[in-house]
């Protein structure tokens, strides 16, 4: 007994025979089914030649009449088949009952009418197979259930689920009205290199390939383009951000990718206070434009963000929660109290920076915000301006909502001297096996000993949005990477995926009878 796949593959050498195209590449629509369904009325009064294209979603056959349902990307309508009228070959009503299946995308002509349940419908005059599916749809009621399945097949889970449509769309909308906002505040959009001799901006692993032409090893960016940004600043541009994709060749969980958006604004002549104060009318802005409200419900905690926004000193905010003085500790003692409260942490390359780190990570998960986390020690923010009244701590804040930083803002740095000290004691934390620390760049110190303004910047990713989404980042990426299903290694120890049987058969066919000649159709 064949397989439903197999099945398919029969109809199709079927219809190849009949010398039809069964992948098309034109068709000739008139409507989308929303204007239609919009504007049912007078297109139904005024007798209108509707052409619809689709995916049919379900078909239901009685005798010598049938109804389905065809779908694009917004809506789905109901269609009316009827055998009399349907006579014309080879897309008669034999070719519909016999060759078409749920899945199958169809170009149909009719007109409206509504049925006696007052369903609009299209009653066909003639239809024309666009695109043969050759593997069936999941049972429409219950979708794909795997959820490492559902990510693998997102375009499945996009079909069959709402919710996931709805996201992307959302999701475009979210950064569309972050370049809106920006825009609208008079902030130039650039593009800065995604290729890089020297990564900078952050402390994260990069991703490192080879430039084939310059015959050179270079990273993939860590930022979005701080140093190139700052170096815009420099040459005498005062607002300019960047939204693009980033990566960092670290672990995976619900709240980081490896490949992912970013968007860094930096802004001249203005300091960390100010940049706050756009950072909380940006979140304000975004979070009722996109999502219509700015009371969220994330994880354990119900968050509104028209409440007064919160100032929560970094060294304060550690000692509360942990008894710690991060600026009268050493390594020991705070490697004492993380495993006192059993907090995991990478000792590879472990010193006093990722120490503290770690211990701030455990009590932020205690803040449910909003607010912003400032005073963070000069150790760990080697890019920020020191505090004028404390040069242990820098002129650092980073929005904090349900327990974690959604962004990060300074005032830059723009001392050289102190920039290239700062880059120095990074450089020693990488030769020791800190592979988060960040490397020297020359050519920014040597770009800055010409002069930088004042400058405040401030970067945010996706996370934003997933969290407002109240899912996990991974969720909210259309198609997040996955590990490959079925791998094999051939002789020359490349990658390749295991076809099946029926699709070496479905690619075999095609590829033999599919050579369009003229005439066909």
Not at 272 to 277: H, L, W
Not at 420 to 442: N, P
Request: charged fraction near 30%; glycine fraction near 6%; hydrophobic fraction near 35%.
């Amino acid at each position: 007994m064949l397989t439903e796949q197999e099945t398919r593959l029969e109809k199709l050498k079927k219809i190849i025979s009949q010398n039809i195209n069964p992948y098309p590449a034109s068709v000739k629509r008139t409507h989308s089914i929303k204007k239609v369904l919009d504007n049912f009325d007078q297109l139904f009064k005024n007798e209108t030649k509707i052409i619809l294209v689709g995916r049919l979603r379900s078909i239901r056959l009685h005798g010598g009449s049938c109804f389905a349902h065809l779908e694009d990307e917004k809506e789905k309508i109901q269609l009316f088949f009827r055998k009399d009228v349907l006579s014309n070959k080879p897309f008669d009503y034999n070719f519909l009952k016999d060759l078409i299946d749920i899945g199958d995308f169809i170009e149909v002509e009719g007109t409206l009418f509504l049925t006696k349940r007052e369903e609009k419908t299209l009653l066909i005059n003639s239809f024309k197979l666009i695109s043969k599916a050759l593997r069936p749809l999941p049972e429409k009621w219950h979708g794909i259930q795997d959820e490492e399945e559902k990510l693998r097949k997102r375009y499945l889970d996009i079909l069959f689920n709402p919710e996931v449509r709805e996201m992307i769309e959302k999701k475009a909308k979210f950064w569309n009205t972050v370049r809106a906002f920006l825009i609208k505040k008079g902030f130039l959009e650039v593009e800065t290199p995604i290729l890089e001799n020297v990564t900078g901006g952050a402390d994260a692993r990069p991703f490192l390939t080879h430039h084939n032409a310059l015959d050179i090893d270079v990273y993939l960016r860590i930022s979005m383009g701080e140093l190139w940004q700052k170096r815009l600043m420099i040459a005498g541009f005062e607002k300019t951000f960047e939204i693009g994709r980033q990566f960092r060749n670290e672990g995976m969980d619900a709240e980081h990718l490896q490949d992912y958006t970013q968007m860094e604004f930096y802004w001249a002549y203005v300091d960390y206070k100010m940049g706050m104060k756009l950072v909380e009318e940006l979140f304000k802005n975004v979070a009722q434009e996109v999502f219509g409200t700015l009371k969220f419900k994330i994880g354990e905690f119900d968050i509104d963000l028209d409440k007064k926004w919160e100032i929560y000193d970094y060294r304060e905010t550690v000692k509360k929660y942990t008894g710690i003085d991060i600026l009268k500790t050493n390594i020991k003692k705070i490697e004492e109290k993380l495993k006192e409260l059993n907090i995991k942490y990478d000792t590879k390359g472990f010193n006093i920076t990722r120490a503290i780190d770690n211990l701030w990570k455990y009590c932020r998960k205690q803040i449910a915000g909003p607010g912003f986390l400032t005073g963070v020690p000069i150790a760990i923010s080697p890019l920020a301006k020191k505090n004028e009244h404390n040069p242990e701590i820098t002129q650092r804040f980073q929005p904090i909502i349900a327990g974690t930083e959604l962004g990060n803002g300074y005032s830059e740095l723009n001392d050289p001297v102190d920039q290239a000290q700062r880059f120095k004691e990074q450089q020693k934390l990488k030769e020791a096996g800190d592979e988060e620390a960040q490397m020297y760049d020359y050519d920014f110190v040597e770009a800055m000993e010409y002069g930088m303004p004042p400058v405040c910047g401030f970067g945010m990713s996706e996370r934003v949005f997933s969290f407002l989404m109240n899912k996990t980042s991974r969720e909210c990426q259309i198609f997040p990477l996955m590990k490959l299903k079925n791998q094999l290694t051939d002789n020359n120890q490349q990658l390749t995926i295991k076809k099946s049987k029926e699709t070496k058969i479905a690619v075999a066919i095609i590829n033999k009878e599919l050579n369009l000649k003229p005439g066909k159709k």
